[in-house]
């Protein structure tokens, strides 16, 4: 399956983004998909995920309350819609799947990646 990442982009703090992940080529159902972030000179973190039906998520404690994960599997697009930003949530942000097991917060579990997109929160 591939993904494609959108909606990144410049906001300043307690502002709102909503990014995107559309996959193709394969059967989007049967994947669990996640978000991960990485910021310059940090290693890649969890911040979300949800199950194959949507109706299981895991997030991580930095964006508890604050970040909502959801999936469209007949759009084959998965969402993170993120509220209250701080500057601290600064990072490229990647959608990723994974075809076996449960939700995961580990990034070596996952073998699907997207390209990535920047988020940037100015203070």
């Known amino acids: 399956v591939q993904l494609q990442a959108s909606g990144g982009g410049l906001v300043q703090a307690g502002g709102s983004l909503r990014l995107s992940c559309a996959a193709s080529?394969?059967?989007?159902?049967?994947?669990?998909m996640a978000w991960f972030c990485q910021a310059p000179g940090k290693e890649r973190e969890f911040v979300a995920a949800?199950?194959?039906?949507?109706?299981?998520?895991g997030y991580a404690d930095s964006v508890k309350g604050r970040f909502t994960i959801s999936r469209e599997n007949a759009k084959n697009t998965v969402y993170l819609q993120m509220n209250s930003l701080k500057p601290e949530d600064t990072a490229v942000y990647y959608c990723?799947?994974?075809?076996?097991?449960?939700?995961?917060?580990?990034?070596?579990?996952?073998?699907?990646w997207g390209q990535g997109t920047q988020v940037t929160v100015s203070s």
């Open positions: 949800v199950g194959r039906l949507g109706r299981s998520t």
């Open positions: 990723a799947g994974r075809a076996i097991g449960s939700l995961s917060n580990y990034y070596a579990q996952y073998e699907y």
């Open positions: 080529g394969g059967t989007f159902s049967r994947y669990i």
